[in-house]
């Protein structure tokens, strides 16, 4: 199952940005300058989403209400705040996104409201478009009423499908490497007959080494150099089948902390973060203070500040 998502941190990411800023500030003065009508707190905005974004801010508690496209006004000479995103603390993803407009691009040159989730299914609209995932209702208690249903925080099933394949690349690349240097390792020697199956030439040749008999030829002196770390290479990979276990902590003095089952990640267990397992705790104690997005072998994946994917030994 796959998710049409945006991550919400590239969001804040550009309203900590001083020209980001610089530009809410630059179209608030102009609006003022203008006498702008229709407001929602510091944002000019069209007249249709003052209620729905009023109305959001009790619908939808715990979120905060991003602007994140300008449209111009043809009579007041002046830009407004178009549409606006849906974020969360704690979730990593925005949750939808709320506009008013002529959505469909002066096809049917007919304003409705936008609203924007990834479980809102448009069959009017094939699924490789953009308008697949957005409702158009026509009037303000119809869009509100959508945006309560539609715009949910993410389940942590829906979290594990988008950022598995993050720890997974990763796990593939380490794996990818060790073989590349045991390879390199028994290529050096010069044997042809290497491949396709390295491990042979390996273990025979460990062999030789441990029973004290010395090779004359520079081709097997030359393998034997390398063989205790191709040797050491050949059983971590045979081994190297890490089970990864998803953790999220959710904010608090003593959170709640979903950890995924350690035998399928379908099933999450929830915990308080004083009574998480050692384990687990250990190793996102190590992942909480790298920066995001960092990845440590044998202990695993931190997407954020509170969303992690650990190793243990399978």
Not at 164 to 171: C, E, H, L, Q
Not at 187 to 208: A, C, Q
Request: with cysteine; hydrophobic share 35%.
């Amino acid at each position: 199952m796959a998710f049409t998502h945006k991550p919400a941190r590239s969001l804040e990411y550009f309203t900590e940005k001083s020209e980001f800023e610089g530009r809410i500030a630059l179209v608030k003065s102009e609006a003022e300058e203008r006498r702008w009508q229709y407001w929602y707190r510091e944002y000019p905005v069209h007249m249709k989403m003052v209620p729905l974004l009023s109305a959001l801010e009790e619908a939808i508690p715990n979120t905060k209400i991003i602007p994140i496209q300008l449209q111009g006004s043809e009579f007041m000479g002046s830009l407004y705040w178009k549409a606006f995103s849906i974020v969360m603390e704690g979730q990593p993803f925005v949750l939808g996104t709320v506009t008013y407009g002529d959505l469909n691009r002066g096809v049917s040159r007919k304003e409705t409201y936008g609203i924007v989730s990834r479980k809102i299914r448009n069959e009017k609209y094939g699924s490789y478009q953009s308008h697949y995932y957005v409702s158009m209702p026509q009037n303000v208690d119809s869009a509100i009423k959508q945006a309560r249903k539609f715009i949910t925080p993410y389940t942590n099933l829906e979290i594990i499908d988008v950022l598995y394949p993050n720890i997974k690349d990763r796990i593939h690349w380490r794996k990818d490497m060790m073989q590349t240097r045991m390879r390199e390792l028994i290529d050096s020697s010069g044997f042809g007959w290497s491949r396709p199956n390295p491990s042979e030439l390996i273990v025979e040749l460990k062999n030789i080494k441990d029973s004290g008999l010395k090779c004359v030829t520079p081709a097997f002196i030359k393998a034997m150099n390398g063989i205790d770390e191709a040797h050491e290479l050949m059983l971590k990979i045979e081994s190297y089948n890490p089970m990864i276990r998803f953790v999220r902590i959710e904010a608090g003095s003593d959170p709640l902390v979903h950890v995924s089952d350690p035998t399928t990640n379908e099933n999450i267990l929830s915990y308080r973060l004083s009574s998480l397992p050692q384990d687990v705790m250990e190793r996102v104690a190590v992942l909480q203070i790298l920066e995001r997005s960092a990845y440590v072998e044998d202990i695993g994946y931190k997407y954020d500040n509170n969303i992690f994917f650990i190793e243990q030994e399978g």
